[in-house]
C-alpha cells in the first residue's frame, strides 16, 4: 500500500535486545534501507536513555515517575564516536533528498536541525529510507520522542497523493484528493460490536463531507446505508458529532451491510470504489462445534461477529 512509516524498536530493556542487530535485521530481511535517527544508552535492565541524533544530545529519563520525567544532557563520552558516525550516516542519506542542502552540505556547512528534519519528512514522504527509533515502552522510555516522530515526520492526509479509485459507473480508473470540496468517499476499516452502542463502523474519510442523517452507497456491494450516529473515538471515551471532514476517522453506528474493505459514498455525487484491503490466507485451520444443540444458533452468531470485525 506505500504507506509512509518510522520504525519503533521496542522492548529495548529485555534481555538479549541489541539495537544494531534489529536494525541489520530490517536491512537484511525486509530490503528496507533503515537509517537510525537515534540509538540506547545502556540495554537491558541498564537502558537509561536514547541519543537524539538529529538535535546531537541525550536524551535520559528518570526511573522515578514511570517514565514521564526526562531530560536533555551532553552525550556521554565513551558514546561520542558512535553518535559521530551515526549522525554522519543520518545527514549524508537526508541531505540527498534535498538540493540545497545537498549543495550546502557537500560545501561543509553543517544542515541544521530544522533541515534535517524537513529531509526526513520527505524520506518518510516518498520511502527514500525509513527513520528507526528506540526505546521501552514498557517503561515509558523513548515514547515521548516517538510522538514527536509521528508529528515530524508521518504526513497528513494533504501531504499524501490523491487516493485510487474506481468509477461506480463507469468502471474506469479515477481519483479523489483529500479536500472537503471533492465528492464524498470513505473506507470502512474496521467493525466492533460495542456493548452500549451495538455494531460500530470505523471509517477514514479519504473525501468530502460526512453528516449524520446522510444517505450512503456501499458501491462496494451496491446497497444503500443512513448514518445514524457519528462518534469521534478516544480510547475509551465517545463523543457524539453531526460532520466530519476529509482526514477524519470517525464511527458510525448502525451500519448493517457495510464490511471491513467496502466503500460508502454519496450516491448523486461520483460514486467511487476505492481499493479493497487484501487479507493473507490462514496458516492455521480450526473446528469448533456447540456443546449442546441449543448452543448451535448462538455460537453461529457469534462466529459471525468475529468473522466480520476480523475478516483475515
Keep these: 500500500y506505500k504507506v509512509p512509516r518510522i520504525v519503533f524498536v521496542n522492548k529495548m530493556d529485555k534481555i538479549g535486545a541489541d539495537f544494531d542487530k534489529s536494525v541489520e535485521s530490517i536491512r537484511d530481511r525486509l530490503g528496507a534501507k533503515a537509517v537510525p535517527i537515534q540509538f540506547p544508552i545502556g540495554s537491558e535492565s541498564s537502558l537509561s536513555g536514547l541519543v537524539d541524533l538529529v538535535r546531537m544530545k541525550a536524551v535520559v529519563w528518570d526511573n522515578d515517575g514511570l517514565g514521564a520525567t526526562y531530560r536533555d544532557e551532553e552525550i556521554p563520552a565513551d558514546l561520542m564516536d558512535k553518535a559521530v558516525e551515526a549522525r554522519a550516516y543520518l545527514v549524508e542519506n537526508a541531505v540527498e533528498l534535498d538540493d540545497d542542502a545537498m549543495e550546502a552540505y557537500l560545501g561543509g556547512e553543517e544542515p541544521s536541525e530544522a533541515v534535517i528534519k524537513k529531509c526526513i519528512r520527505k524520506a518518510v514522504l516518498t520511502g527514500a529510507f525509513y527513520p528507526i527509533l528506540c526505546g521501552s515502552a514498557f517503561k515509558n522510555k523513548g515514547v515521548q520522542p516517538l510522538l514527536d516522530a509521528v508529528v515530524d515526520y508521518l504526513p497528513s492526509p494533504v501531504d499524501i497523493p490523491p487516493t485510487k479509485g474506481i468509477d461506480f459507473k463507469t468502471e474506469e ?97 461520483s460514486p467511487v470504489i476505492l481499493e479493497r484491503m487484501e487479507f493473507p490466507a490462514p496458516v492455521i485451520e480450526i473446528a469448533v462445534e456447540p456443546k449442546s444443540k441449543a448452543d448451535q444458533e448462538k455460537l453461529g452468531v457469534a462466529l459471525a461477529k468475529l468473522a466480520a470485525e476480523d475478516p483475515s
Design 173 to 269: 480508473e479515477t481519483t479523489r484528493k483529500a479536500s472537503d470540496e471533492e465528492p464524498l468517499s470513505v473506507l470502512a476499516f474496521k467493525i466492533m460490536d460495542d456493548p452500549f452502542v451495538g455494531s460500530l463502523t470505523f471509517c477514514r474519510i479519504y473525501s468530502g463531507k460526512l453528516e449524520t442523517g446522510m444517505s450512503l452507497l456501499n458501491s462496494t456491494r451496491d446497497k444503500r446505508e443512513r448514518v445514524g450516529r457519528m462518534l469521534l473515538m478516544h480510547s475509551n471515551n465517545r463523543e457524539d458529532i453531526k460532520e466530519a471532514y476529509a482526514g477524519d476517522i470517525v464511527a458510525l453506528a448502525g451500519l448493517k451491510e457495510t464490511r471491513t474493505g467496502d466503500t460508502l459514498c454519496d450516491p448523486l455525487k
